[in-house]
């Protein structure tokens, strides 16, 4: 397995566009997590997903953030509009179980200018 | 409201020597934690997981202890290499309680 996918790895753009992440599970993974990291926070979960469904959104830091998840394998987390505090790493990561293993996805590096 | 706390920022050990990174949490009562690593530029990669019933856990060079009285748990890097050098992240999980990370430790391991 190629492991997590995640899409675009850097993104750039200017405050009050939309912006759109996206992730790829590894396969067979019932949960998908979506993560931010910056220097400040640190790793803060933003919400996860179990077989597709949201189980916990309370990371989410307003409602300029939603995430979707319409089928086993894709996800998408979309900013809509962008502020420059939103800059940050943020990775995606999947596991078997909500207790084992999660494994991350390389992060897509936002700027929001 | 829950807070996890790891020994120091950043640690510098020379070559050879056991690394011994701390966790403490308070507000929280986990399942599991877990112990990962991070490279700059990465995601972080898991290491090892423990379980609340569980007080020791070992792999290779690493070892893992949990102590639920004291709310804390060690990580111990034994004869270190520059190649351990990475920010270390302990994770907290538990039914009913959201998964969080610590602030991370960041591990120098000098030649």
């Known amino acids: 397995d190629a492991g997590v996918i995640q899409s675009p790895r850097h993104e750039v753009t200017e405050m009050g566009q939309e912006v759109t992440l996206r992730c790829k599970p590894i396969?067979?993974?019932?949960?998908l997590f979506w993560y931010r990291q910056t220097m400040m926070r640190g790793l803060e979960l933003l919400i996860y997903?179990?077989?597709?469904?949201?189980?916990?959104d309370s990371g989410m830091p307003e409602d300029r953030f939603s995430a979707k998840m319409p089928n086993a394998s894709f996800s998408t987390l979309k900013i809509q509009p962008s502020e420059p505090r939103d800059s940050a790493v943020y990775f995606c990561?999947?596991?078997?179980?909500?207790?084992?293993?999660?494994?991350f996805g390389p992060g897509t590096r936002l700027l929001v200018l | 409201s829950q807070k996890i706390e790891q020994n120091s920022e950043a640690l510098n050990i020379q070559e050879g020597k056991t690394a011994t990174l701390t966790c403490n949490y308070t507000?929280?009562?986990?399942?599991?934690l877990q112990w990962y690593r991070q490279d700059p530029g990465r995601g972080p990669v898991f290491l090892l997981l423990?379980?609340?019933?569980?007080k020791e856990k070992r792999k290779e060079r690493l070892k893992v202890t949990f102590d639920t009285t004291l709310k804390q748990s060690l990580f111990h890097i034994t004869a270190s290499q520059p190649a351990d050098s990475a920010t270390y992240l302990c994770?907290?999980?538990?039914?009913?309680?959201?998964?969080?990370f610590g602030p991370g430790t960041r591990l120098s391991v000098l030649p």
């Open positions: 990561a999947s596991s078997l179980d909500v207790g084992e293993t999660q494994y």
């Open positions: 396969s067979g993974h019932d949960y």
């Open positions: 997903f179990n077989n597709n469904v949201p189980i916990d």
């Open positions: 507000n929280y009562s986990p399942a599991y």
């Open positions: 423990i379980r609340e019933n569980e």
């Open positions: 994770a907290l999980g538990g039914y009913g309680q959201n998964f969080v």
